[in-house]
């Protein structure tokens, strides 16, 4: 029986693949067959290099996703390389803090249209181009990365948890109107991971304790740990998967 879990001959187009999550996902993709179109405004070099060591293809394409506009040519780009896309992981995200009471326009503003709207318009883009390629080699698959704050409250972060709680959401419609046509629409929600985006919890003592003693699994994630989930829900394994939000959390949402 064939490996239900090989990526080989498969294409996976991930946004903001230069560090953090995105590049654990971009390398454990790659690890599994795939080629890569990485997509944001940093250059990927180390994900390139960790992508190329393991004899797959790569392709950097230069986008700004604060705003919907690059996201046509992002998908054009990458079939222009590739000749076809098969996975998309939505992982270009960013968080602001201040207290609710005197949250600002803008921080709201900024996070949603890079947590939601991009990731809708994104993902429009590509279900398109998945229509009209067929799918022949198998069925198309989405990744959203979600969060924790996909399923509680958080504190401080007013438009960061509208926005994934939002993604949970649109991940479950967007699965509810595709499974049908070869699509699948999961999304994955870290728990605490050490990447620049949690930089202020874990320079917080009291924070970072917190989370810390909170964790079963006494220790904050890496970026290795989310390769298997992505590797999973962009797989034939998960082609009866439809909808969920996945925790890769250390048991966090357990607790
Ligand atoms: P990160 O290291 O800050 O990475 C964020 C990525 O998003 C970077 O590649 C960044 O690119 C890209 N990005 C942000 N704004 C962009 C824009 N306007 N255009 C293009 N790219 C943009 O943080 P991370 O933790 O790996 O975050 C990745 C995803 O995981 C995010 O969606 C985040 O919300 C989610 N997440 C993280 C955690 C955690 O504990 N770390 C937990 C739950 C969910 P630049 O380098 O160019 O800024």
Redesign the pocket.
């Known amino acids: 029986m064939a490996n239900p879990f090989s990526l080989e001959g498969k294409v996976a187009l991930v946004?903001?693949?230069?560090?953090?999550?995105?590049q654990g996902i971009a390398i454990a993709l790659a690890a599994a067959g795939a080629d890569i179109a990485a997509a944001?405004?940093?250059e990927p070099t180390e994900t390139q290099a960790a992508v190329e060591g393991m004899g797959r293809k790569f392709l950097s394409i230069k986008?700004?996703?604060?705003s919907i506009e690059p996201v046509q040519r992002v998908v054009d780009e990458t079939v222009a390389a590739f000749g076809k896309v098969d996975i998309l992981v939505n992982?270009?995200?960013?968080?602001r803090r201040a207290d609710s009471i005197e949250f600002s326009e803008a921080d709201w503003d900024a996070v949603m249209d890079?947590?939601l709207k991009v990731v809708f318009f994104l993902t429009q883009a590509f279900a398109k181009q998945a229509l009209k390629q067929g799918f022949e080699g198998g069925q198309a698959k989405v990744i959203n990365?979600a969060?924790?704050l996909s399923f509680q409250g958080g504190i401080r972060v007013p438009s960061y948890t509208a926005s994934?709680s939002g993604l949970a959401g649109l991940t479950k419609i967007l699965a509810n109107e595709w499974a049908t046509k070869g699509i699948n629409v999961n999304a994955i929600?870290?728990?605490?991971?050490d990447?620049?985006?949690?930089e202020a919890l874990r320079a917080d003592q009291d924070r970072n304790a917190a989370i810390l003693a909170r964790i079963p699994a006494g220790r904050w994630?890496r970026p290795e740990d989310i390769g298997g989930a992505a590797v999973f829900l962009a797989s034939s394994a998960s082609d009866y998967v439809q909808g969920i939000t996945l925790p890769v959390d250390g048991g966090w949402l357990a607790r």
């Open positions: 946004t903001g693949a230069n560090t953090g999550i995105g944001g405004r940093s986008a700004d996703f604060s992982n270009a995200g960013i968080i890079t947590n990365i969060s924790l994934k929600a870290p728990g605490y991971f990447t620049n985006n949690t994630g």
